[in-house]
């Protein structure tokens, strides 16, 4: 069973065709919500939340969430991340992620999976990504 950590969730964001898809596992309930912004996900899941509350028949870690306070991190598949962040360049981010840039379009268009280790080894170029930012000053 998944415990809210200090009021926190973890949405996870699917690209579909025209909209976009958040659940959230949050004891024994999935909660889902399909809309066109993160920001419409993010409102319709805690819409979804408030309506849930002090029922008796929903996990004790709902009734213990205070949405105004709630601190939500998104989870990206990999064709909404590059969705959302289409700054990035996928060949150039490649390099970062020391992947093959075509592999690398394939996950991002849905035609492969990455593996455990190629998603591991993305994590990490982001990382590095955000670390050599952190360290930039424009004057």
Known sequence: MERIVKNEINI???KS???????????????SENAATEEAVLEGI??????????KDIPIEINELNLEELKVTYCYDLTQ????????????FSKYCDINPSQLRQYVS?????SEKQIKKIQNGLEKLRQDLSKIELI
């Open 12 to 14: 996870i964001l699917e």
């Open 17 to 31: 065709i025209d909209s976009i898809w958040g659940r959230v596992k949050i004891g024994n309930s999935l909660i």
């Open 46 to 55: 805690k819409f979804q939340l408030r309506n849930l509350k002090n029922r």
């Open 81 to 92: 991340f590059f969705e959302v962040f289409n700054v990035l360049k996928i060949s150039a």
């Open 110 to 114: 849905g035609v492969y999976h990455p």
